[in-house]
């Protein structure tokens, strides 16, 4: 099972800011917080992975309560190309794999 | 950086035929490779992880003799699906990852491979 939780879907305007909120109440010290989107019909993309500082770079920013239990992944600007499926991933301890819930759908309307 | 090229894209057979996907990295090098299996309105589903020269680690439920798993090079590895029915019809992913094979390096994914069996 994943360890994390996400609403089923979000709407966001064009051009306002997505916050797409995750919870990861269970996760471990040493257990990173990975972002990914699936547009339709595609392999997942990469977006963006922290441990416990915010981090940011040219795609989104990802904050991460200090007691690290939720994150969410901003996107600034939102464009129509954002639309997609949004995972929030804790990688199993000591493992390798990535377990993937269902996501958010984010719709990012006109 | 960081591009993972899967082919074909999309293939269609006969049933009984045996298919082989392609998955490289061709900006790194990839210690770890994932396989992914992902029906309609479903979330990706783990199917193995292999380390470059080593066999496959295969996921519960998960046919190894069915899906033929090679990883012999840092820049390849590839997906053998022997005999397939239609009901191994469905999109197939690869993943990649370089570093220690318990780092926090990020996997990197193809475009997959959508496999549709008659």
């Known amino acids: 099972d994943a360890k994390t939780t996400q609403p089923t879907s979000m709407d966001c305007a064009e051009g306002r800011a997505a916050n797409l909120p995750c919870n990861h109440s269970?996760?471990?010290?040493?257990?990173?917080v990975y972002w990914y989107r699936q547009i339709h019909s595609q392999g997942p993309q990469y977006i963006i992975h922290?441990?416990?500082n915010n981090e940011t770079n040219e795609m989104a920013s990802l904050i991460i309560t200090e007691d690290r239990k939720s994150s969410t992944l901003i996107l600034p600007h939102a464009t129509l190309r954002d639309t997609a499926v949004y995972y929030c991933i804790v990688r199993l301890a000591y493992g390798q794999n990535f377990v993937f819930g269902p996501g958010t759908r984010l719709s990012v309307l006109p | 950086g960081a591009v993972v090229s899967q082919h074909p894209s999309w293939v269609i057979c006969k049933s009984g035929t045996s298919v082989k996907i392609e998955c490289r990295s061709l900006d790194f090098q990839a210690t770890t490779m994932f396989w992914y299996r992902q029906f309609p309105k479903q979330s990706l589903m783990l199917m193995a992880t292999s380390n470059e020269g080593s066999k496959a680690t295969y996921e519960q439920g998960v046919e190894k003799d069915k899906f033929l798993i090679n990883h012999a090079s840092l820049t390849l590895s590839t997906l053998t699906v022997t005999s397939a029915h239609p009901e191994d019809s469905s999109f197939y992913i690869c993943?990649?990852?370089?570093?220690?094979?318990?780092?926090?390096?990020?996997?990197?994914f193809g475009d997959g491979t959508r496999l549709s069996i008659l």
């Open positions: 993943s990649a990852r370089s570093g220690a094979p318990f780092g926090n390096q990020p996997q990197h």
């Open positions: 269970t996760i471990s010290g040493n257990e990173y």
């Open positions: 922290g441990l416990k």
